[in-house]
């Protein structure tokens, strides 16, 4: 089937300084190579966009290579399988993989994964049955453990990882969730639609101020995707013992030069508290679980999800740019095809 087919795909064009615009991608029309042995062709329905996506533009070391100017760039994507020279997957399979930010994927099966959309939408699985709900469901019952009875701050808190956190940690035990968010409108559905007590706006004033007045008593478990001032804020409110999950920091992603740490760091001596790293991949042996416990979330409803959507492909590097200035409400996704 790849025979003259055409796929177009969005390139890194150059390499920004601060914060990335349009200039930066490039969309392209490109022959689909043929395939391979083992491989599959998928066409892509939906993509996500990342804030980590922004990190692979730089050339700087990391946890993942670094996007390739004049290359493709990638990310999870879901579609549906048109061709196949796989003994293990058939054509018509939806599958999950890594090679987004294109209209058709040549993708080695081992790379992908068949998934059920008898149930849910196939978009779930690049949201709360994806790496953003794993990420949530390892941060805080494995990397920083809610307890009963705790209470736990979570920025970032209208976003993917955010808005999934904030549920999560009630359903494993928090008596109290706290979350921070830009804005009346996001802030608003914090409590109503993501089951949240306090939900603070960080555009009203100083987080710190409005952290110790949701919280007078302290955290106990922070989910920081923010970094900077929320990060500085969460360990002056913490208490002793407090647990956090270092997930992101979005704040600091498009800086020019280095970023001071929290002036407040050596609390975190005498609190004798735990700050923890994490990347998502380290907790990939945890899909089975938290997907069966998911989806018995999903469909009884004690999980609620978000979706912002944008549609077609040439919208990628838009919707890239408006995860990285908060204008997304749960997860930001590319609607591919028709």
């Given at each position: 089937m790849t025979a003259n087919l055409m796929s177009r795909e969005i390139r890194l064009a150059a390499r920004p300084v601060g914060e990335p615009g349009a200039q930066h991608f490039d969309l392209v029309r490109d022959a689909v190579p043929p395939l391979?042995?083992?491989?599959?062709?998928?066409?892509?329905?939906?993509?996500?966009?990342?804030?980590?996506?922004?990190?692979?533009?730089?050339?700087?070391?990391?946890?993942?290579?670094?996007?390739?100017v004049g290359v493709a760039l990638e990310g999870s994507a879901v579609g549906e399988v048109v061709d196949s020279r796989s003994d293990g997957i058939s054509v018509g399979a939806t599958v999950s993989h890594f090679l987004g930010w294109r209209d058709y994927a040549v993708v080695d099966a081992a790379d992908a994964n068949v998934v059920d959309v008898a149930d849910v939408p196939p978009q779930a699985y690049l949201g709360p049955l994806g790496t953003t709900g794993l990420?949530?469901?390892a941060a805080l019952t494995d990397v920083a453990p809610v307890r009963s009875g705790d209470t736990v701050f979570v920025s970032g808190a209208a976003g993917a990882v955010g808005s999934v956190a904030g549920q999560v940690a009630r359903l494993v035990g928090a008596a109290t969730?706290?979350?921070?968010?830009?804005?009346?409108?996001?802030?608003?559905?914090?409590?109503a639609d993501f089951g949240f007590d306090v939900a603070i706006d960080y555009h009203a004033g100083p987080i710190a101020e409005q952290l110790a007045g949701a919280a007078p008593r302290g955290i106990d478990v922070y989910l920081d995707n923010?970094?900077?001032?929320?990060?500085?804020a969460a360990i002056g409110?913490?208490?002793?013992?407090?647990?956090?999950?270092?997930?992101g920091a979005v704040s600091s992603y498009n800086a020019t030069g280095p970023v001071p740490g929290p002036e407040n760091l050596f609390q975190a001596?005498?609190?004798?508290?735990?700050?923890?790293g994490m990347l998502v991949t380290s907790y990939f042996h945890l899909f089975?679980?938290?997907?069966?416990?998911?989806?018995?979330w999903l469909r009884d409803g004690s999980l609620r999800t978000a979706e912002t959507v944008v549609h077609g492909l040439e919208e990628a590097p838009a919707a890239l740019l408006g995860v990285l200035r908060g204008a997304n409400t749960g997860k930001m996704l590319v609607r591919l095809g028709d």
């Open positions: 391979a042995e083992g491989q599959i062709l998928v066409r892509n329905t939906w993509m996500s966009v990342d804030p980590y996506m922004r990190g692979r533009m730089d050339d700087k070391p990391s946890y993942i290579p670094p996007f390739q990420t949530a469901y969730v706290i979350g921070s968010a830009g804005g009346p409108e996001k802030t608003k559905k914090l409590v923010v970094g900077g001032d929320h990060l500085a409110a913490a208490r002793a013992g407090a647990r956090f999950a270092l997930i001596y005498w609190k004798e508290m735990t700050l923890r089975p679980e938290w997907i069966g416990r998911a989806s018995g």
